[in-house]
């Protein structure tokens, strides 16, 4: 039977454009064990089954399936969570939010809301750096809000709670002093759409109109009215979207309005301030 290394070196995955990394993810996940094991191991030889498990999963990515719906789990931030194709594989910009979230509050008592949380992702990042943040994530369709919870459920996290919710429209009432989210922001003509994981994560999760901007200007046209005095409203959105978005929080009369680069450098998050 042929070896780890063996097996590896022969894995085609001729368009990923993390092959070998894939390949490791993805035999580490068929032998349940972490990817160190794989280089510590290489010389240890599979079994029959392992070895068909694991040309199954390469049929699975060869076909352009996300590794980690493959998984279906990814990390985010400091946490393991689980992922499905009803919401967005939870992405590495994103941890810039949760970043300038945990910046903009005291560690004290307050009150924080994630719109469009997805897998939850945001929502228990938060959680669980901020033990005294009560988080509310919501999300729209309920396959998400049950996948948020299966999450919130498995890390034990007891300082958030997620709902259905278009938006803001089945919410109780309440002063949030942190807004966050991370709504779909791509225009519905990009190309970029056709390419790669996004071919299999949920339109609605992405696409938001012909500028890319029709949820952002939803929410930030009713988040001033769930904001608490001196409250945050926190967006992430395109590379190229930072102006418009800016605009948008100071014509709702946000202030202190400004934006952040990610790693890579694009400006990635806008925020205001409600007075
Ligand atoms: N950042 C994601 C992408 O470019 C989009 C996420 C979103 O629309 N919220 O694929």
């Known amino acids: 039977m042929p070896s780890i290394e063996s097996l590896l070196a022969s894995a085609e995955l001729p368009d990923s454009p993390s092959a070998r990394l894939d390949a490791e993810w993805l035999l580490a996940a068929v032998l349940g064990k972490p ?44 946490l393991e969570l689980e992922v499905a194709p009803d919401t967005l594989i ?4 994103t941890e810039l939010l949760v970043e300038t979230a945990l ?8 009150n924080v809301l994630d719109l469009g949380t997805g897998s939850g992702a945001i929502a228990l990042a938060l ?6 943040w009560r988080v509310l994530g919501v ?22 709670r997620f709902q259905r919710s278009d938006w803001f429209a089945a919410l109780a009432p309440a002063e ?13 003509d990009d190309r970029h759409l056709g390419e790669g994981d996004v071919r299999f994560e949920p339109a609605s999760a ?9 949820d952002i200007r939803r929410i930030v046209a009713t988040a001033p009215n769930w904001l608490a005095p001196g409250g945050w409203l926190l967006l992430e ?14 014509a709702a009369g946000l202030e202190a309005v400004e934006s952040r680069r990610d790693l890579g450098g694009q400006w990635r998050v806008s925020l205001g301030c409600k007075a």
């Open 35 to 78: 990817a160190s094991y794989l280089r510590t191991w290489s010389e240890r030889e599979l079994a029959p089954e392992q070895v068909a498990a694991f040309d199954d999963c390469l049929k699975r990515r060869r076909a352009g399936e996300p590794v980690a719906y493959i998984l279906g789990r990814q990390g985010f931030w400091s």
């Open 90 to 93: 939870p992405r590495p910009d």
């Open 103 to 110: 910046a903009l509050l005291p560690e004290a008592a307050a």
């Open 206 to 214: 992405l696409v938001s109109g012909a500028d890319g901007l029709d």
């Open 176 to 188: 949030f002093d942190l807004i966050v989210s991370n709504p779909p922001y791509i225009r519905a």
């Open 127 to 132: 959680a669980s750096e901020r033990p005294a």
């Open 237 to 250: 959105h395109g590379f190229d979207q930072a102006d418009a978005v800016r605009a948008l929080l100071e």
């Open 139 to 160: 999300d729209r369709i309920d396959a998400a809000v049950e996948l948020a919870e299966r999450n919130r459920c498995r890390l034990a996290l007891r300082n958030c």
